[in-house]
């Protein structure tokens, strides 16, 4: 898996391995990760501006509801050029997430294959506070699983505050969405109204994703497991921080 990367990686091997002398891999893993992030946050930025931007359309959309009235197909196509016309996405971006893959690709190959573009991977010989960087949960020895359950409880602890933080952050932009379009609820057809309750149950699932990095670090190598962890926690200082943004109270509608 991932072996079409041995062409680039064999660089990123040899330079890691050339490295190791003044800095351990691990901690290149960490600052790799930390530098991705990094290079992310304006794009993270730009994205919390573009949600309080298209919060405070709301109320233009209302207008626009009870202009048109049943006329769905006209309604949708008024929706869709008041965004273009205020230069808006009408949806939340998920580029940060996808850049992220094949850098995490890149970094599960180099800590699992014994052999990256036909030559010995030396980074499996490397080590975290003595467990080798490529060793699982279930396979390193009794005495070092400690660095793994410590690793675990860490991801958990930010699961729990980034689960908690995320449903805190859905209840006020729905309370500040009400207050720019009050009564919005009630202009909306039967199959509206149905299909904005699916859509909200869908929503209560979305902090639960945060505890699917705990069990990636209980299954995949100790390598991946510290870019994970690494992201997660900076994830979580990350949408704090973004969260002035959009936590400027919405004007009130005229």
């Known amino acids: ?26 901690l290149v893993i960490i600052a790799l990760t930390l530098a991705v992030r990094l290079a992310l946050h304006p794009m993270n930025r730009g994205l919390a501006h573009g949600t309080v931007r298209r919060r405070d359309l709301q109320p233009r959309i209302a207008a626009l509801r009870a202009e048109h009235g049943e006329d769905h197909r006209a309604l949708q196509q008024a929706i869709l050029d008041l965004h273009r016309e205020e230069g808006v996405s009408p949806l939340p971006g998920c580029l940060p997430v996808l850049v992220q893959i094949p850098v995490f690709s890149m970094v599960y190959r180099l800590f699992t294959a014994t ?94 994703m945060s505890f699917l990095t705990v069990l990636a670090v209980v299954s995949l190598p100790l390598a991946a497991g510290l870019y994970l962890v690494t992201s997660a926690i900076w994830g979580l200082l990350e949408r704090a921080s973004l969260r002035r943004i959009s936590a400027v109270p919405p004007a009130a509608p005229a």
Do not use: Y
């Open 115 to 208: 052999e990256i573009h036909g030559e010995h991977n030396q980074l499996l010989d490397h080590t975290f506070l003595g467990v080798g960087l490529s060793e699982h949960l279930l396979t390193a020895g009794a005495g070092d699983r400690w660095v793994f359950l410590v690793l675990i409880g860490l991801t958990l602890v930010v699961a729990v505050f980034a689960a908690r933080q995320m449903r805190r952050h859905m209840a006020q932009d729905r309370e500040r969405t009400a207050a720019l379009d009050p009564g919005a609820r009630e202009r909306l057809t039967d199959a509206q109204r149905a299909m904005q309750d699916s859509m909200e149950q869908m929503t209560k699932v979305l902090p639960l």
């Open 1 to 26: 898996m991932f072996a079409f990367l041995d062409p680039l990686l064999i660089h990123v091997h040899d330079l890691l391995a050339a490295l190791d002398d003044w800095v351990p891999p691990a």
